[in-house]
């Protein structure tokens, strides 16, 4: 079912609906997922259209920064937080002090 614009609601094999945004990119047909259907409801999709429209209007694919985003939360885990989460006690001190592994 079109909404018009690029926007369209899929069903999935799985049964489920899900808001689709389909536009052109550099003379490619690209699509991105904006959410499932009713949690993400009509309104929401048309405003989530809008600021990916607005992307596309600056030069910019909404279907990449998508990806992008997701890249960029799955790799925030840096070593100091994965060290404390795992031995708190061990680390003494920062970057910048002494002490950084224990030592004095």
């Known amino acids: 079912m079109s909404d018009g614009q690029g926007l369209s609601l899929e069903i999935l094999h799985s049964g489920s609906l899900s808001w689709r945004y389909r ?17 993400f409801n009509l309104q929401a999709a048309r405003k989530k ?5 607005e992307m596309l209007a600056h030069g910019k ?3 990449r920064h998508k990806q992008a985003e997701k890249y960029a ?4 885990t840096t ?3 994965l060290g404390s989460a795992t031995s708190p ?6 970057a910048r002090t002494p002490g ?3 030592g004095t």
């Open 23 to 39: 536009y052109r990119f550099n003379g490619k047909l690209e699509k991105v997922s904006l959410g499932h259907y009713p949690a």
């Open 49 to 53: 259209r809008g600021e990916y429209a």
């Open 61 to 63: 694919s909404p279907a």
């Open 73 to 76: 939360v799955a790799h925030t």
């Open 79 to 81: 070593v100091l937080s």
């Open 89 to 94: 006690r061990s680390y003494r001190g920062t």
């Open 100 to 102: 950084l592994f224990g």
